[in-house]
Structures are given as structure tokens and as C-alpha cells.
């Protein structure tokens, strides 16, 4: 770098006593390499000035409009773009306001990054940002509904990480005690609910929640003769043992069970066996508003059926 700041200083030193088309194309080179993208495209328009540019004409245009180019992707990530947007009254005062999710759209790709869960008050149209800690993820969406029951809406916000064990990032906000509050986020909740998955002989397994001190029993013989004989002998025994594991969240989905205007989360965990594509079901637990924290209503497990 220190090279190149000096290369570009005896280029411009050279021009100031030459003003040589070769040291215009050179200046610009340097000063694309060192990163100053504006400096660049200025000295290119200065080489194009020339009746017989270095090395060509054809070759600074190319390299102008590969500058623009990346100048518009800067652009493009450095200003938010509004992933979506819902307009309902968040805080309760009858006048509706705007609930938007921004982010800036990574070229080429369907993540997005710095993603922000923004209000807008309908009376005094100010806007008020709210970063998620986890902010960069694909298809991030919005829900609005009443969880808490306080007779207005909530927000859910979701957004999948992209990861092989297809998980997912989501918050709930709340606007309770005259402030938009932070109720619900995935990372405490991955946290919170812990699990063991144990194999067990005559082709079973089973799955401890710790949380709530529950065990759930799966019948494995599903999952077909070749797979059970992998790791079972002929007895039903094991050959060694085994351990699987509980993913994180990777779904949570708003449900109003009761059909009383207040929705519950439905909380999706896979369980996985062997290794993270062998599947063995979900654990499946609803949420409901306590007044304080979202706490396990019911929990339990649904395995995949098997072939008659």
C-alpha cells in the first residue's frame, strides 16, 4: 500500500511536468488499486481528454465503466433498501403507523444484511430504528398480531439464516408501558430449551426436554430395514452408542388456538439422529404470554410417517 501511495504521488509529479497520456493511465490504475474509486474515475475522465488516450480509448472506458459499476454496488449496500412493509396502530393511540423491515440487498445474492425492524409514529411521523443482534439473513418477513393482549398488535419479525440445519432468526416487540420492548428472541430461546437424544435398543430413542422435565419415546422402524441394521443387530440391540441432538429454532409461527383475537407461538425444533440430515421428527412447542415472558403452554413430538 505504502509503494502505491508513493507510485501515485510520482505519477502526479510526472503529469504536472509532462502531462503525458502514459502517466494519466498509470495515476488511475494506482489509485484504483489503493481504493479511491472517485479520485480514479476523475483521472480516467482527464486520460479520455486526450485526442490519443494511453494505452486506448476503448481500454480507460472499460476500465470507467467498471468503476461505475462498483461504485453503484457501494451505493446499492451502503443505503437500506424497505424489505417490506405493514401499516397497523402499534402503540394503542388510534392513529395507524408504519412498520417496515430495511436491509441492504447483497449484489448477486438473496441476503440481505444490517436488517432493522423500523417505526414510523403515525401523529408525529418520526422514525425510530430497532436493531436485531442477528441482522443478516434471507426472506426476512413481518407479522403483525395481538400476543400479549393488550388489544393492539405485536410484531413478529423472522428471517432464515441459510444454514443447513434450516434455522431461523425471529424477535418479537411489544409496545407495552409507553415503549417498544424486545419480548422474544430466538438465541434466548435456543438457549432456554435444552435437550438430550439417546438410542435406545429394540429400535428406539428418546428425547429429554429439560426444560420441562418431559421424555418423549421414538419409535424408529420407520425409518426402514437398512438404516435399522447400520446400527442394530439382529436382536434389536445397539452395536454402539448413539447420540443425536435437538436443532434450533427452525420455524415459529403465530397461532390464535383459541380463536380469541390472541396468538400463541408454535416453536419448531428438529431432531436430528445420526448426523444433521437424519431426520428423526420435531418437537413442537406453543408459547403463551404470561404477562412477563413467553412460557411453554404444551410441548410435544411429532415424528414422519413410514410406509404400509
Known amino acids: 500500500m505504502y509503494d502505491l501511495r508513493k507510485a501515485i504521488h510520482y505519477y502526479q509529479t510526472k503529469i504536472q511536468e509532462t502531462n503525458d497520456p502514459y502517466y494519466w493511465f498509470f495515476l488511475a490504475d494506482a489509485q484504483i488499486r489503493v481504493g ?3 479520485e480514479a474515475l476523475q483521472t480516467i475522465d482527464n486520460a479520455l481528454s486526450f485526442p490519443n488516450p494511453y494505452p486506448s480509448k476503448q481500454v480507460l472506458l472499460e476500465m470507467k465503466v467498471k468503476l461505475q459499476h462498483f461504485l453503484l454496488r457501494e451505493i446499492n449496500q451502503n443505503n437500506p433498501s424497505i424489505v417490506t412493509e405493514k401499516r397497523v396502530d ?3 393511540d388510534g392513529i395507524i403507523d408504519n412498520v417496515l423491515l430495511t436491509a441492504n440487498k447483497t449484489p448477486d445474492s438473496p441476503l440481505w444484511q444490517n436488517i432493522t425492524l423500523v417505526i414510523q409514529n403515525g401523529r408525529t411521523n418520526h422514525y425510530q430504528q430497532f436493531p436485531l443482534k442477528d441482522n443478516l ?3 426476512p418477513t413481518l407479522f403483525l398480531g395481538d400476543f400479549t393482549d393488550n388489544k393492539v398488535d405485536d410484531i413478529l419479525v423472522v428471517m432464515d439464516t441459510g444454514g443447513s440445519s434450516g434455522t431461523i432468526y425471529t424477535y418479537v416487540f411489544s409496545y407495552i408501558n409507553g415503549q417498544m420492548r424486545q ?10 430449551y435444552k435437550y438430550s437424544v439417546t438410542y ?9 426436554s429439560h426444560k420441562l422435565k418431559e421424555k418423549y419415546i421414538l419409535e424408529l422402524t420407520y425409518k426402514g430395514n437398512e438404516y435399522l441394521t447400520e446400527i442394530y443387530n439382529k436382536n434389536g440391540i445397539l452395536k454402539a452408542s448413539i447420540e443425536g441432538w435437538v436443532n434450533p429454532l427452525s420455524g415459529l409461527y403465530p397461532v390464535d388456538f383459541n380463536r380469541d383475537g390472541k396468538y400463541e ?10 448426523y444433521n440430515a437424519d431426520s428423526l421428527g420435531f418437537v413442537q412447542t406453543v408459547l403463551k404470554w404470561n404477562g412477563h415472558v413467553f412460557g411453554p403452554d404444551r410441548q410435544n413430538v411429532a415424528i414422519f410417517g413410514g410406509e404400509i
Open 200 to 208: 435406545q435398543d429394540q429400535y428406539k430413542a428418546t428425547v429429554i
Open 265 to 274: 407461538l408454535e416453536a419448531y425444533q428438529r431432531i436430528a439422529g445420526r
Open 137 to 139: 439473513g434471507y426472506n
Open 36 to 38: 479511491l474509486t472517485d
Open 183 to 192: 419480548i422474544f428472541n430466538s438465541d434466548a430461546f435456543n438457549e432456554d
Open 90 to 92: 402499534i402503540d394503542g
